[in-house]
């Protein structure tokens, strides 16, 4: 069995993505069984590395930001797990779609949940504001995508910053306090969306635009 290359000794032309790749998932595998004991932070973030046989020099290169970088790969792990895990939601409604994928995706981080909680903490320092934010993000966009929406409007930005401040505290209730008070608490707020979409259905949000257009309009040519 040969050792595993350090990147600083990958010769030229060689697929170094491929082998980086697979070498992260490797480290994040090496991640979850430390981070209960350890906590997510630089210790654990090192000797996941080490347990890989890399380098300090390694891991800079391959983990630059350190446990920012393991927590995105674990976030984005779990959103791929999540879209593999979900089936087809054309027989489902709109409103069972969203619930199908909060739920699959809580459970999916739930498997990993005693890693998850040292990263709720982590993920909770002011410092980690934004990735929180692109994180969660990201993965509504995901689940929107999944569920079938096509919107490019204003309503594809509102429709994720809903979903977003949904999974948030709905992670959070089902690390600490069990499925059965998350499932509550997202059927509780799915049904805060629908009341909000059917709210919005029948409005016209472009109308204050399409007069100030048509204000706009006339100073510039006159009225016709």
């Known amino acids: 069995m040969t050792d595993t290359p350090h990147l600083s000794n990958v010769h030229e032309g060689a697929n170094v993505p491929d082998w980086a790749d697979r070498m992260e998932q490797s480290v994040l595998d090496s991640a979850l069984g430390l981070a209960p004991r350890l906590g997510w932070n630089g210790r654990m973030v090192r000797e996941a590395c080490a347990a890989n046989g890399l380098s300090e020099g390694d891991q800079e290169l391959l983990l630059p930001n350190g446990a920012r970088d393991l927590a995105v790969l674990?976030?984005?792990?779990?959103?791929?797990?999540?879209?593999?895990?979900?089936?087809?939601?054309?027989?489902?409604?709109?409103?069972?779609?969203?619930?199908?994928?909060?739920?699959?995706?809580?459970?999916?981080?739930?498997?990993?949940?005693?890693?998850?909680?040292?990263?709720?903490?982590?993920?909770?320092?002011?410092?980690?504001?934004?990735?929180?934010?692109?994180?969660?993000?990201?993965?509504?966009?995901?689940?929107?995508?999944?569920?079938?929406?096509?919107?490019?409007?204003?309503?594809?930005?509102?429709?994720r910053t809903i979903l977003s401040g949904i999974l948030i505290p709905a992670m959070t209730l089902r690390l600490f306090d069990g499925k059965e008070a998350a499932d509550a608490f997202v059927a509780a707020?799915?049904?805060?969306?629908?009341?909000?979409?059917?709210?919005?259905?029948?409005?016209?949000?472009?109308?204050?635009?399409?007069?100030?257009?048509?204000?706009?309009?006339?100073?510039?040519?006159?009225?016709?």
């Open 189 to 224: 707020r799915i049904e805060n969306v629908m009341a909000f979409e059917k709210w919005k259905a029948g409005k016209d949000f472009d109308a204050p635009v399409r007069k100030v257009t048509a204000l706009l309009s006339r100073l510039r040519y006159g009225a016709r």
């Open 74 to 159: 674990l976030w984005r792990r779990h959103d791929d797990q999540t879209l593999a895990a979900l089936g087809d939601p054309a027989p489902l409604k709109i409103r069972e779609r969203i619930a199908t994928a909060v739920s699959t995706r809580l459970e999916v981080a739930a498997a990993d949940a005693e890693a998850e909680k040292r990263l709720s903490g982590f993920l909770a320092l002011p410092t980690n504001a934004d990735l929180v934010l692109s994180l969660t993000w990201a993965t509504a966009d995901r689940l929107w995508r999944w569920a079938g929406d096509t919107a490019t409007d204003w309503n594809h930005y509102s429709k």
